[in-house]
């Protein structure tokens, strides 16, 4: 059969780089005795007033449509987490409700470039982007953090990069998978060149409520960055909710116009019982975020501390998020071979990271959303394999 050329725009190194944890998955599904470090996922339960809420509403009947851009209740609670997070005042119509970040950087994408365009972003990135730019039918156009630079940003070759064709840089702070923080002074320069060559900045900023050092900023609100920037988020990681499926975006209203179109045709709106309970996410589970730093900060130490232990391997401490980049090139193996060769021997799945970018080749990504006695299993079982190889 004939498929369109579309398909060949969402594939990909991105696309790929989750063979391991797809199987993995299975495995565990299946019983097996395995560890699955490769995803983001919390190992903690969405808060019950949550879930209660959502379950009351359920049993009310509020199981019919809702507004496409989402309940002005949620969209009001955004407003205020988005002011808390970033100094920046918006109203409902400059937000917009979409299943999940990952749905709203894909919208945000296909709104605002196309066939002819280049999208900037720097490598390493989130495994998604790749397919989510091209799939607007834009060139993606990677620039290197560099491992050896400790992956800061190379704001020079971002300003290399840029061409009359460039529409957009998608920017990631705190970053996934490096944990940085870009600071005010790198924030600024991105800004200069976006408002130089009159750019779009689709800011992911997820990992916002979960930094550990140095403080958040967000580049809508930066002078004149606030009508040409596209702020994205959920409540999957700060407040425990990734399979409640529930992000936002926030930006010009005119944007947000469009966004709304293309959700139309696409989504036609979120459940409400969802759509409430997310808002009593945002109102009254205010202070999960600042619990979930401490048991990651935690965990974030512990994680460190023993991959630094073990021959052939390195790491330092992420800002912020949930996952350390870990290097392997020490073991003599590329990161492909060894994440699948520890999974073979020890169950323990982490993600090779040159999916995530070139930059990140030989590297592996591991997760510290689990507990400390189960990271501390899976420390134990790669430090058995490490130096087994290294005998």
């Known amino acids: 059969m004939n498929f369109s050329t579309f398909v060949s725009q969402i594939g990909g190194k991105g696309a790929n780089a989750w063979r391991l944890h797809s199987k993995a998955d299975a495995d565990r599904q299946n019983g097996e005795d395995v560890i699955v470090l490769s995803i983001g996922d919390p190992e903690f339960e969405t808060p019950t007033k949550i879930v209660d809420k959502a379950v009351e509403q359920l ?128 924030l600024r320069m991105v800004a200069e060149l976006a408002m130089a060559h009159d750019l779009w900045v689709v800011s992911d900023e997820v990992y916002a409520d979960l930094i550990f050092d140095g403080a958040h900023i967000s580049i809508a609100s930066l002078p004149g960055m606030a009508e040409r920037t596209v702020t994205v988020s959920s409540l999957s990681k700060s407040r425990n909710m990734p399979g409640w499926r529930t992000g936002w975006a926030i930006g010009p209203s005119e944007l947000i116009a469009h966004l709304n179109n293309l959700a139309l045709c696409m989504l036609y709106g979120l459940p409400g019982f969802i759509q ?28 460190v501390m023993r991959l630094n232990q073990i021959p052939g391997l390195r790491c330092t401490a992420p800002q912020a998020g949930m996952f350390v980049l870990c290097d392997v090139r020490g073991t ?16 323990v799945a982490v993600l090779d990271a040159a999916g995530l970018g070139d930059c990140a080749d030989g590297f592996f990504r591991m997760s510290y959303t689990t507990s400390k006695a189960k990271l501390t299993d ?14």
Not at 88 to 102: D, F, S, T, Y
Not at 332 to 347: A, I, K, N, P
Not at 378 to 391: E, P, V
């Open 378 to 391: 899976a420390c134990d079982r790669i430090s058995r394999f490490c130096n087994s190889i290294m005998d």
């Open 276 to 303: 409430d309970a997310a808002t009593l996410a945002l109102n009254e589970c205010a202070d999960e975020p600042k619990r979930l730093t401490e048991v990651y900060r935690a965990r974030r130490d512990l994680a």
């Open 59 to 186: 049993r009310a009947g509020d199981t019919h449509y809702t507004g496409v851009s989402g309940r002005d209740e949620l969209k009001d609670a955004i407003a205020r987490n988005h002011l808390r997070l970033s100094g920046q005042r918006v109203g409902r119509e400059n937000v917009i409700v979409l299943a999940g970040a990952q749905c709203a950087l894909f919208c945000a994408s296909m709104c605002i470039a196309g066939a002819g365009d280049e999208a900037i972003t720097f490598d390493p990135m989130y495994a998604t982007y790749e397919a989510t730019i091209q799939a607007s039918g834009a060139k993606l156009v990677t620039v290197p953090m560099n491992a050896n630079n400790g992956f800061k940003p190379d704001l020079e070759a971002l300003k290399a990069a840029i061409t009359d064709r460039s529409r957009a840089i998608f920017l990631t702070t705190p970053h996934n998978p490096t944990g940085l923080v870009f600071g005010e002074k790198e």
């Open 332 to 347: 003599g193996l590329t990161s492909d071979q060894f994440c699948w060769q520890l999974y073979d021997e020890t169950g």
